[in-house]
């Protein structure tokens, strides 16, 4: 089985500053850790303002489960609360290589 990266690009609300954001993403860890086939993630701010959340997923199933699992999590509403609805870009690949 090859790792699945899950990349998640997207724009803050209005109004929602750096340091919350970052702050409701760390307060996700003890959730998304506990997943099966959690490998890493990464989180990131562009010049442009764009975020991305990076995680790489053990295979292509425990990707889909984290999504699913996610969407009733209690952390979720608050993380999505602050993401720009319509800003939102979600794929998911094969990780072919990695240093």
Known sequence: MKQTAEIVTFALAPGVTEAEFVTL????ERFVRGLPGFQ??????GADGRWTDYVVWSDAAAAAAAAKA???ADCAAALMGAIAPDSVSMRHETVLWQM
């Open 25 to 28: 993403s760390q307060e996700t």
């Open 40 to 45: 890493h993630r990464r989180l990131s701010l």
């Open 70 to 72: 996610f969407e009733s």
